[in-house]
């Protein structure tokens, strides 16, 4: 009997990129999760119904959406509403840089996971169960920190059928799917100048939610979700005025595209 597998799905590119190639590589798993934030774009919210057909039209397991909750396991604040309670920002604007990831992305699937009964026998005959995780090639940086533990052993198969971004557009299409936008939370302190501004133009409610989080802290080390700048301040310079704005710098957190 082998280990049992699990998939970390992100919902982005990678995510709808390792569905096709664990297919083309005749591969499986026994439990896919997409932890929920609470704070995705409505892009990546549409998007879960695209690859649970998907996997479902190749006799695939659902990819079960999970949340954080509390210890009596009720369901917990998004963490947009636990940045607005504690009129603070996520803790990667604080170079904090895996805290937030860690409570809303990580924990939630190990609880998950913990109380599953292919993973309680694994581990009872000493067995580890392999983490599927979506990094691709270009991120095999991010591969440097082990994270395997005394349960979990980590395992990367975009790296290992050596696919960039590139190869994962070309597996989605190849798939029959559309290219799914970047998977994040619409206030992440990661994202670029460029993609602020998109979030502005396409989805305006959500920009203007994300703002009212920065002007809702109480900050005093950085000076929004910028770090060293406002997102309320770059929308309303232009292009020009923009670019000299620096965008933050590549950080390796836990969320998985």
Known sequence: MRAPVVWSCGMGLNSFAMAVGLIEHGETYDLAMFADTGGERAAT???VPILQAYVSAHGLPPVMRVWKKNEDNSPAITLEQDCL????LPSIAYGNFKSCSDHYKIRPQQRVIKAWQPAIHAWERGEKVTML???DAEESHRMLKSYDSEK?????PLVEWNWDRDDCRKAVERGGMPLPAKSSCFFCPNMHTDEILDLAKTEPALMARAVAMEANAD???I???GRKWKWADVL???ERQVKMFPDPPEQSCACID
């Open 45 to 47: 919210y549409a998007a």
């Open 85 to 88: 309670t504690r009129k603070a």
């Open 133 to 135: 995780i979506g990094f």
């Open 152 to 156: 979990f052993h980590m395992r990367y």
């Open 219 to 221: 900050l005093t080390t």
């Open 223 to 225: 000076a929004g979700l």
């Open 236 to 238: 309303w310079m232009d």
